[in-house]
């Protein structure tokens, strides 16, 4: 069973990795959607922007009102505000997940998304880090198909530019 550092770091890694990704976009890739049915480039940064947050809200609380109150607040937020949101996601999740001891952790049941209940650990492993590393996955899929050049597996897997070759 993953632990509460567990889940914090693994939130906070993946974050990390979208807020590199983001970096390597401009404002003309914002609008690009693999087919007309699916989310814009624009639309899951917005999502990676509260999923996060809001679902831990929503898993401590019952409640899918922050989630709503945090759509709304990034709806067409500008490229350049994403990574301050995505840090800002981090601070929240580590102020959520504060009150539980790694015992209390441990042991805490939800009730998950499904109507299921689960330990917390489970609900947010299962919930949002996969979540997490799902979407990261689209969205450098989706910046590479909308022309961004250079992506690498290391800006997926690792958040950083692959290193030079030697010659």
């Known amino acids: 069973m ?41 639309e899951l940064l917005e999502y990676l922007a509260i999923t996060s947050e809001g679902a831990i809200s929503a898993l401590l609380t019952g409640s899918w009102s922050v989630w709503e109150k945090r759509a709304e607040e990034v709806k067409g ?4 505000r994403f990574p301050a949101a995505f840090t800002a996601q981090q601070q929240v999740v580590e102020h959520l997940l504060a009150p539980f001891s790694e015992d ?49 597996s290391a800006n997926l897997w690792r958040g950083e530019d692959a290193a030079a070759k030697a010659l």
Do not use: C, M, W
């Not at 937020?77 to 350049?80: F, G, K, P, S, T």
């Not at 799902?134 to 250079?150: H, I, S």
């Open 2 to 42: 993953p632990t509460k550092s567990d889940i914090t770091s693994s939130i906070a890694k993946e974050l990390r990795i979208i807020t590199h990704l983001t970096g390597k976009l401009q404002a003309a890739h914002l609008s690009y959607r693999f087919t007309p049915g699916q989310r814009s480039i624009q």
């Open 104 to 152: 209390q952790f441990a042991v805490k049941r939800v009730i998950n998304h499904q109507g299921k209940e689960v330990a917390l650990s489970d609900a947010l492993f299962e919930g949002i880090v996969k979540q997490l590393v799902g979407y990261k996955t689209q969205l450098f899929l989706q910046a590479k198909a909308a022309g961004v050049a250079g992506l690498v």
């Open 77 to 80: 937020l500008e490229l350049a």
